[in-house]
């Protein structure tokens, strides 16, 4: 396939051809063009520009006039009487016969860019100009926030995505975490600190976000910052510069502006599919070591090697970690749950009516009683909800087995792939044998095994017990036990039987392995040495046997 010529190469084909004496007609056919190329090549060797097609008018064309001079008059007018976008289409309705010709939305976009150009054309506001910035290696850089999508146990979520830039290298490091709050902005710091080795010595630029900026102080540059901000900030000799509010301040930090859009589009597009952000994050610190080989514009070197020369720049890192999740004392109310930001988490059921110490992290949670933890959960996402774990309420089930099938926990075990379809089979099977009461309560007992034992043992010790009809806690616990002792030498029975319970196939087949092996059996294949004592013997019994018949019996009769 031969490649398509350029219209200046094609002229030159053309001109080449005509010299060597071609006629007009057969350099068209040979060069598949018409009439008037062949003429305009022969003409000049270089092709006419195109002319551009005319601009297409609008419906608003009629009134750009009589816009433009309101908008003149408003010049001169006090701030808080002048023409709105509103106030504009109102008078073209009204005084210029627009009713049906414009709309709102068309006056309102040619006023947003107009009244701009209009105060730029009269100096009353100088033009939007940018001015290059050079910065030197290991002092500066830029934080902000940005909002992703991802897909988090199948459900569509709206994350936040922290990013700390390096302003000489370029060299980004990323965080996602369930919200932007005060513990996202200080776990963001810290990650990103490790990752880089050091903390710039110059200024780092900020939004005026409500982490770090409890209120800003008129249109100067002071702000009022937030308690726990002024201590991180003494903790890593941060230098904090704040940035003007709104659109203008965005340009003040536009390398890590662009460094968020970048990132998401080359990295979160499709949409990433994960099961915690604890996956999610470990994907997005391989991808910012995947970054290092990439150029910034026409940069010659690439980040990573501007890295390398900006890294020992930097100052040192604190020797002890700052603590940057926040402490809450709730009370545990009777369903067993500690409410901490609006939103709802079970703790075992002990600590009814007791206080609990929680440490809020960016995307966790962790419940202490005391300095011994008891309970840890994913941070929720939306405000209102409610994450509790069965786990925590086993000892209550024991007493109300009744309460299990409709428990809010049981359906987010279902949902999260702890409670299997095998725990259903087997619980059925089990209250059909013993009873509702007594088959939830060997259930529960079963589950109580999870707390020891790996949870993959303990669903195939559950399929092995349903083959072999064995509906007790006990079975089950035996079976999960023999699993867990067999999983690390080799394969066992129970998998093909978990397996097989799985796909529906219940029917034994000739010569197949017993669900339930003897013990007996495994012990021989143990390879026990042998037992060199010697065997018991019952000598001593039949002496005090015979020395009985010698004896004369004292009530006998005479």
Not at 18 to 31: E, F, P, T, V, W
Not at 353 to 370: E, K, P, T
Not at 393 to 403: H, I, T
Not at 416 to 432: E, I, L, N, Q
Request: aromatic content about 6%; charged content about 30%.
């Amino acid at each position: 396939m031969t490649q398509p010529r350029s219209r200046v190469d094609l002229y030159a084909a053309i001109r080449r051809d005509a010299r060597s004496g071609m006629s007009n007609r057969a350099l068209q056919r040979k060069h598949g063009v018409g009439f008037r190329t062949v003429t305009a090549a022969l003409e000049s060797a270089w092709p006419k520009e195109r002319k551009q097609p005319p601009k297409r008018g609008t419906r608003l064309d009629a009134y750009r006039v009589v816009i433009d001079d309101w908008l003149r008059s408003d010049l001169d007018a006090p701030r808080k009487q002048r023409h709105t976008a509103k106030r504009i289409f109102d008078r073209l309705l009204d005084e210029h016969d627009g009713a049906g010709v414009v709309s709102y939305w068309m006056v309102r976009e040619y006023v947003a860019t107009r009244r701009r150009e209009i105060r730029v054309e009269v100096g009353r506001e100088p033009a939007n100009a940018f001015i290059p910035q050079d910065h030197l290696p290991g002092r500066e850089a830029e934080v902000d926030f940005g909002d992703v999508a991802i897909r988090l146990r199948g459900e569509l979520v709206t994350c936040a995505l922290f990013s700390l830039r390096l302003s000489y290298s370029g060299k980004a490091v990323h965080r996602v975490s369930a919200s932007a709050g005060q513990e996202a902005f200080f776990e963001g710091h810290g990650h990103a600190f490790n990752v880089l080795g050091g903390v710039p010595t110059g200024k780092i630029r900020y939004d005026n976000l409500k982490a770090a900026v409890a209120s800003v102080i008129g249109f100067s540059r002071q702000r009022v910052e937030a308690d726990r901000w002024t201590a991180v900030r003494s903790h890593y000799g941060i230098e904090a510069f704040y940035c003007q509010p709104g659109i203008q301040g965005a340009h003040e930090k536009g390398g890590v502006e662009g460094q968020i859009g970048w990132f998401r589009r080359n990295h979160l597009v499709p949409i990433p599919e994960v099961d915690s952000l604890a996956e999610l994050n470990a994907m997005v610190d391989a991808w910012d070591e995947a970054d290092d080989a990439r150029r910034i514009g026409s940069r010659a070197r690439t980040v990573g090697e501007h890295f390398a020369t900006e890294q020992p720049l930097l100052a040192p890192l604190p020797t002890e970690p700052f603590e940057t999740g926040r402490w809450f004392t709730p009370r545990v109310d009777r369903y067993a749950q500690v409410t901490v930001r609006m939103n709802k988490y079970s703790v075992p059921a002990r600590m009814v009516g007791r206080q609990a110490r929680v440490l809020l992290n960016a995307s966790d949670l962790v419940v202490f009683d005391g300095r011994t933890e008891i309970a840890r959960h994913e941070r929720l996402m939306t405000k209102g909800s409610t994450r509790v774990d069965l786990d925590h309420y086993l000892e209550v089930l024991l007493r109300k087995p009744g309460a299990l099938p409709g428990a809010k926990a049981l359906e987010q075990a279902r949902a999260s792939g702890r409670f299997t379809p095998v725990h259903d089979a087997w619980w059925a099977a089990a209250c059909k044998a013993h009873g509702d009461a007594d088959g939830t309560r060997a259930l529960i007992e079963v589950l109580m095994l999870h707390r020891h034992l790996p949870h993959d043992h303990v669903v195939a010790g559950l399929a092995t017990a349903l083959r072999a009809g064995a509906l007790t806690a006990d079975a089950v616990a035996l079976e999960a036990r023999k699993y867990n002792d067999t999983a690390d030498g080799g394969a066992d029975d129970t998998t093909a039987d978990h397996q097989s319970l799985m796909s529906g196939d219940r029917a034994r087949g000739e010569g197949e392995i017993p669900a339930v092996r003897s013990l007996t059996e495994r012990r021989l294949r143990a390879h026990i040495p042998a037992d060199t004592r010697p065997l018991p013997s019952v000598e001593k019994y039949d002496q005090l046997l015979a020395s009985r018949r010698d004896t004369p019996n004292e009530g006998a009769a005479p």
